[in-house]
């Protein structure tokens, strides 16, 4: 029963969770607790970096303070929004009402005032990892797409090779999915590039080999399939391929 209960408590399962936080002493802090409790964590002392480690879309949840250098966290939280239904709590210094009803109606999952008792913390954040896996089931596998062994879970921002997640950037796992959506199909260079990248994009125009590059060898070569095809002279099109 106690070793039950233990195991209830839940700890955390090697979950990525980023702290974007200026205060080090707290920073640092959370950082160990997390540690201690078996999640992966990494901090971001301003606003602009956390956005940054955010986009790189290989978190779980964000531990976000609102009062940060750079870009206030409710700027970066409604930046973030634009890209990822990721779990968010805001750490907010001030209790007052208006804070937390802005706090929610901008995205967030929750948020705690500081200072917290950290077994506090851990509450929330178990709530919030709990209620983002279960809600991915609800879908129903909507937005569930699959290929051979390959599937891609749109809402939860993942993709999976049988039961090993991928570690895909957000530029990544956006690519995959278009090819995914419309796979059997080519797609040419420019339609990625204007689907994934946007219309306004002027960077490199070599953008998309570089990222289907990426994503064979984060797919194809570490597992030993060929589904990541090029047609010549015209694009790329996704199907199951004889194994490599
Ligand atoms: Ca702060």
């Given at each position: 029963?106690?070793?039950?209960?233990?195991?209830?408590?839940?700890?955390?399962?090697?979950?990525?969770?980023?702290?974007?936080?200026?205060?080090?002493?707290?920073?640092?802090?959370?950082?160990?607790?997390?540690?201690?409790?078996?999640?992966?964590?990494?901090?971001?002392?301003?606003?602009?970096?956390?956005?940054?480690?955010?986009?790189?879309?290989?978190?779980?949840?964000?531990?976000?303070?609102i009062m940060l250098p750079e870009l206030n966290g409710m700027e970066v939280?409604?930046?973030?929004?634009?890209?990822?239904?990721?779990?968010?709590?805001?750490?907010?210094?001030?209790?007052?009402?208006?804070?937390?009803?802005?706090?929610?109606?901008?995205?967030?999952?929750?948020?705690?005032?500081?200072?917290?008792?950290?077994?506090?913390?851990?509450?929330?954040?178990?709530?919030?990892?709990?209620?983002?896996?279960?809600?991915?089931?609800?879908?129903?596998?909507?937005?569930?797409?699959?290929?051979?062994?390959?599937?891609?879970?749109?809402?939860?921002?993942?993709?999976?090779?049988?039961?090993?997640?991928?570690?895909?950037?957000?530029?990544?796992?956006?690519?995959?999915?278009?090819?995914?959506?419309?796979?059997?199909?080519?797609?040419?260079?420019?339609?990625?590039?204007?689907?994934?990248?946007?219309?306004?994009?002027?960077?490199?125009?070599?953008?998309?080999?570089?990222?289907?590059?990426?994503?064979?060898?984060?797919?194809?070569?570490?597992?030993?399939?060929?589904?990541?095809?090029?047609?010549?002279?015209?694009?790329?099109?996704?199907?199951?391929?004889?194994?490599?």
């Open positions: 029963m106690v070793a039950y209960l233990a195991v209830a408590a839940g700890v955390g399962m090697g979950e990525k969770i980023l702290i974007v936080e200026d205060e080090e002493k707290l920073s640092r802090f959370i950082e160990l607790e997390l540690a201690y409790e078996g999640y992966e964590a990494q901090k971001a002392g301003d606003g602009r970096s956390g956005l940054a480690m955010a986009e790189s879309g290989d978190f779980d949840l964000i531990l976000l303070d939280l409604r930046r973030i929004r634009r890209f990822s239904p990721i779990p968010v709590i805001l750490l907010t210094a001030r209790d007052t009402v208006m804070d937390k009803v802005n706090g929610l109606d901008s995205g967030a999952d929750d948020y705690i005032t500081k200072p917290f008792a950290i077994e506090e913390l851990l509450a929330r954040i178990r709530t919030a990892l709990r209620k983002k896996n279960s809600s991915g089931a609800q879908g129903g596998g909507q937005g569930l797409l699959r290929l051979g062994r390959l599937t891609l879970d749109a809402p939860r921002y993942s993709a999976a090779m049988d039961q090993t997640p991928l570690e895909l950037t957000k530029r990544e796992f956006d690519l995959l999915k278009i090819l995914m959506e419309n796979a059997g199909i080519v797609l040419t260079r420019d339609v990625l590039l204007e689907r994934v990248w946007g219309y306004n994009y002027v960077g490199e125009t070599n953008s998309v080999d570089v990222y289907i590059r990426f994503l064979r060898s984060k797919i194809d070569e570490t597992f030993g399939v060929k589904y990541i095809h090029t047609v010549r002279g015209v694009g790329y099109a996704m199907r199951i391929g004889d194994e490599a």
